[in-house]
């Protein structure tokens, strides 16, 4: 019952070249191949996820630097916008002594003057305070609320 056919022909052939013994000695290099191809595979997997992981990371980092300078540079636009206001640019003139120009005259491309020049109008002198002076200023007031008598 557990007889093997006879081959005839090419399959006889085809039959010698291969080992005797049921091809157990063929097939244990092919395990071991797609073993190490697995394993191998899992491996650069692991590696490929821990790069991106990485760079995950380094994302997050960069992100919140660009947050933490965009914050930075917000604060620096509302100094600026501050300074150059006018309010501002008068008081800092008005410190430094400078006051607003007279009547302005132009001069015309043929080299005539067009309106009559006025002088500035004079001022006082600045006050230049000792640094003992700015140091020793008072605080601000602070409003206080008004408290009614029972509560």
């Known amino acids: 019952m557990n007889r093997k056919p006879e081959l005839k022909g090419r399959a006889a052939r085809l039959a010698r070249l291969l080992p005797p013994g049921g091809g157990q ?22 590696v490929l996820n821990s790069a991106l992981s990485e760079g995950s990371f380094q ?3 960069l992100k919140e ?10 604060s620096l636009q509302r100094d600026i916008d501050a300074y150059s206001a006018p309010q501002s640019l008068l008081r800092r003139a008005h410190e430094l002594g400078m006051v607003p120009g007279g009547d302005p005259a132009f001069l015309q491309p043929d080299g005539t003057v067009k309106g009559v020049p ?10 230049v305070l000792a640094p003992e002076a700015l140091t020793a200023r008072a605080p601000a ?3 206080t609320l008004p408290t009614t008598p029972g509560r």
Do not use: H
Not at 25 to 46: C, D, K, N, W, Y
Not at 65 to 74: P, R
């Open 25 to 46: 000695a063929a097939r244990t290099p092919f395990v071991l191949l797609v073993v190490l191809l697995l394993g191998g595979g899992l491996i650069g997997l692991l």
């Open 59 to 61: 994302l997050d980092d």
């Open 65 to 74: 630097e660009t947050k933490s300078l965009t914050d930075e540079e917000q």
């Open 118 to 127: 006025g002088p500035a109008p004079a001022a006082a002198p600045p006050l």
């Open 141 to 143: 007031a602070t409003p």
